[in-house]
T-cell receptor, first 117, second 113 residues
Framework: AQSVTQPDIHITVSEGASLELRCNYSYGATPYLFWYVQSPGQGLQLLLK??????LVQGIKGFEAEFKRSQSSFNLRKPSVHWSDAAEYFC???????????????FGGGTRVLVKP | DGGITQSPKYLFRKEGQNVTLSCEQNLNHDAMYWYRQDPGQGLRLIYYSQIVNDFQKGDIAEGYSVSREKKESFPLTVTSAQKNPTAFYLC????????????FGSGTRLTVV
C-alpha cells in the first residue's frame, strides 16, 4: 500500500528565512501529490497539487513544490517565510490507475512550522 | 460560493450520550469523508462515502456511525461506545475519484464533559 512520510514533526524558522518541508511517498508509479496547510483550529486548505508535466509546481501563498521521481519526493518550499505561515502542513498522495487504492488520499503525519520573529 | 460546512464549531457531550456532527457541501461532490484529528496523530479516517446510500469504514470506525441519504450531506454520529471521543473532527468532500484532492470543512471540536 502507498504511504506518505513527512520526516520532520516540527520545524522552527526565522521570519524572512527560507522554508523547506520534506515529503516522501512509497509507491513506484507517478502518484497525484498534494500539499495542504492547516492553521490552528481550522480545516485544511489546498496549497498546490501535482499530476504530471512540469515537476516544479507553483501554489498559493507563495509556496512551490518540486516532484523528484528519483527520490520519491515532493518537497514544499517558500523563499521567505512570514509569521502567518506558522501552521501545520500535510503532504498527501493518491495513486493513479489502481482502482481501489485510488479512491482516497493518503496523508502524511504532518509537519508543524513555528516562525520566530 | 460553493463550499463545505461543518456545524457546530464546538460541541460538548456528556458521558453516555450520542451526538451528531453535521457536514453539508454544495460543491456537487460525489465523495465525502470524516477524519478525526488528535494532537500529534495526524488525520485518521473514520468513514467515507463515494455515492449516496453507500459508505465504507475507515481505519477507526468503532464507536461511530454515518448515513448518506443525500449527496450534499454526510452526518457523523459519535455514539456512547466511543470511549475517547474528545477530538477535532474534520469533514471533507471530493469528486470521485479524488483527482483534484479534497475540500475540507472548518472542523468541529467535540469535548466530553
Amino acid at each position: 500500500a502507498q504511504s506518505v512520510t513527512q520526516p520532520d514533526i516540527h520545524i522552527t524558522v526565522s521570519e524572512g528565512a527560507s522554508l523547506e518541508l520534506r515529503c516522501n511517498y512509497s509507491y513506484g508509479a507517478t502518484p497525484y501529490l498534494f500539499w495542504y496547510v492547516q492553521s490552528p483550529g481550522q480545516g485544511l486548505q489546498l496549497l498546490l497539487k501535482y499530476f504530471s508535466g512540469d515537476t516544479l509546481v507553483q501554489g498559493i501563498k507563495g509556496f512551490e513544490a518540486e516532484f523528484k521521481r528519483s527520490q520519491s519526493s515532493f518537497n514544499l518550499r517558500k523563499p521567505s517565510v512570514h509569521w502567518s505561515d506558522a501552521a501545520e502542513y500535510f503532504c498527501a498522495t493518491r495513486v493513479q490507475m489502481i482502482k481501489a487504492a485510488g479512491n482516497k488520499l493518503t496523508f502524511g503525519g504532518g509537519t508543524r512550522v513555528l516562525v520566530k520573529p | 460560493d460553493g463550499g463545505i460546512t461543518q456545524s457546530p464549531k464546538y460541541l460538548f457531550r456528556k458521558e453516555g450520550q450520542n451526538v451528531t456532527l453535521s457536514c453539508e457541501q454544495n460543491l456537487n461532490h460525489d465523495a465525502m469523508y470524516w477524519y478525526r484529528q488528535d494532537p500529534g496523530q495526524g488525520l485518521r479516517l473514520i468513514y467515507y462515502s463515494q455515492i449516496v446510500n453507500d459508505f465504507q469504514k475507515g481505519d477507526i470506525a468503532e464507536g461511530y456511525s454515518v448515513s448518506r441519504e443525500k449527496k450534499e450531506s454526510f452526518p457523523l454520529t459519535v455514539t456512547s461506545a466511543q470511549k475517547n471521543p474528545t477530538a477535532f473532527y474534520l469533514c471533507a468532500s471530493s469528486m470521485f475519484p479524488p483527482a483534484g484532492g479534497y475540500t475540507f470543512g472548518s472542523g468541529t471540536r467535540l469535548t466530553v464533559v
